[in-house]
T-cell receptor, first 109, second 114 residues
Framework: EDQVTQSPEALRLQEGESSSLNCSYT??????LFWYRQDPGKGPEFLFT???AGEEKEKERLKATLTKKESFLHITAPKPEDSATYLC??????????FGKGTKLTVNP | GAGVSQSPRYKVAKRGQDVALRCDPI?????LFWYQQALGQGPEFLTY????????KSGLPSDRFFAERPEGSVSTLKIQRTQQEDSAVYLC????????????FGPGTRLTVL
């Protein structure tokens, strides 16, 4: 059964304190690994798609990387507006997106 | 341009009532997905349409849940005889072509069953 596990469940950072969020996945025939950001009361907002091990993508203070078993979302010098829940989803042979429970990030000024 | 819209944004139902949730996908998007998100959890797949064809409904939790997309655009998720465990946020997403394209989500409908 396809499975996605995210850690930590919650993370508190000071503004400017860089860190990484982890997404471990077990899927048969990975077709894509997706990162979304979700603010309270809103739907998930697309950030990145990664397709193969070794791939990296960047957007402002965020960088996503992919290995054969994990993906990392690196946040460099975060700001309070980066506070949100970050969701990881894997798509395997079933073509369904399987989401993790998310990491709730709080960045304090 | 306009994103995915959903209505109503909030719905309160008494146990046993039927509800209908609407999704307007991004114009021109072929595929449409429904997810259920419980509090503190990630979204869980319910069903998927390509145009008007429902290609996968394996995530629907019971036969009380029914989805349709008769003209290949707007979709409705119907829940009959609602139960308390149906309380959740129901998210709709659309993608330009198939399942491997990026899915763009709407704001969701928060359903509370009393």
């Amino acid at each position: 059964e396809d499975q996605v596990t995210q850690s930590p469940e919650a993370l508190r950072l000071q503004e400017g304190e860089s860190s990484s969020l982890n997404c471990s996945y077990t899927v048969s025939g990975l077709r894509g690994l997706f990162w979304y950001r979700q603010d309270p009361g809103k739907g998930p907002e697309f950030l990145f798609t990664l397709y193969s091990a070794g791939e990296e993508k960047e957007k402002e203070r965020l960088k996503a990387t992919l290995t054969k078993k994990e993906s990392f979302l690196h946040i460099t010098a975060p700001k309070p507006e980066d506070s949100a829940t970050y969701l990881c989803a894997a798509q395997g042979g079933s073509e369904k997106l399987v989401f993790g429970k998310g990491t709730k990030l709080t960045v304090n000024p | 341009g306009a994103g995915v819209s959903q209505s109503p944004r909030y719905k309160v139902a008494k146990r046993g009532q039927d509800v209908a949730l609407r999704c307007d996908p991004i114009s021109g998007h072929v595929s449409l997905f429904w997810y259920q998100q419980a509090l503190g959890q990630g979204p869980e797949f319910l069903t998927y349409f390509q145009n008007e064809a429902q290609l996968d409904k394996s995530g629907l939790p019971s036969d009380r849940f029914f989805a349709e997309r008769p003209e290949g655009s707007v979709s409705t998720l119907k829940i009959q005889r609602t139960q308390q465990e149906d309380s959740a946020v129901y998210l709709c997403a659309s993608s330009l072509f198939g399942t491997t394209d990026t899915q763009y989500f709407g704001p969701g409908t928060r359903l509370t069953v009393l």
